[in-house]
């Protein structure tokens, strides 16, 4: 069910903001984005930012290798699904997916287009792992969006190097559902602006 309530802000705005640093999180507050990707924060803090996001009706997902003092295993999720409380995880390990979800938490796989072999891999791990989405790195490789698309149904969320607006649409015009960017002037729900 938490999936589905999050896909479905996702699709609405086709926008993510990932939030790199403090000063940002106020910034993304006061936009209509709905989602977030914090790559901040440490064991002291990361509570701090994910109850003041969720203080405005926004997912959270913690990049899991992003944050320092949460081990990377099902002890560590644990922890995070009962006292930090995010939506769910973003990570690059296929073997944090089904801990994740059995936590209850929402799962979003990361995959760097570095090269076929990389991709096909990560590919057959996620197909095994069935994370809710999956992140491809970087997003200015549109073409690829749909060659994966063609090999998985889970929903592509595309991210990395983005510039501006015109390489967002063209993700999404590749099959992406959207796009994750940490530029604060791109957080602006896609449908408000191109037509």
Same mark, same amino acid.
């Given at each position: ?39 901040? $924060? ?41 006292? !930090?409380?995010?939506? $769910? ?29 990389? !991709? ?58 959207? !796009? ?16």
């Amino acid at each position: 069910m938490v999936a589905k309530l999050f896909l479905d802000n996702v699709r609405d705005s086709q926008v993510i903001a990932s939030i790199k640093e403090p000063k940002q999180l106020e910034a993304f507050s006061k936009t209509d984005i709905k989602t977030a990707f914090l790559l901040l $924060g440490d064991l002291t803090v990361i509570k701090r930012y994910v109850d003041f996001l969720k203080a405005y009706n926004r997912d959270v997902f913690l990049h899991i290798e992003k944050i320092p003092g949460i081990s990377y295993d099902r002890e560590g999720l644990k922890f995070i699904a009962k006292h !930090v409380k995010p939506t $769910g995880i973003v990570t690059t390990k296929s073997s944090l997916i089904q801990s994740a979800k059995k936590e209850g938490l929402s799962t979003i796989q990361r995959l760097f287009l570095i090269d076929s072999d990389a !991709v096909e891999h990560g590919l057959e791990n996620a197909e095994k792992s069935q994370p809710d989405c999956l992140e491809l790195m970087p997003a200015v490789v549109p073409h690829m969006i749909g060659k994966i698309k063609q090999k998985s149904e889970i929903p592509i969320i595309t991210g990395g190097l983005i510039q501006n607006r015109a390489q967002m649409q063209a993700a999404l015009d590749h099959g992406a559902t959207a !796009v994750s960017t940490g530029k604060p002037h791109l957080w602006k729900p896609l449908r408000e602006v191109v037509q």
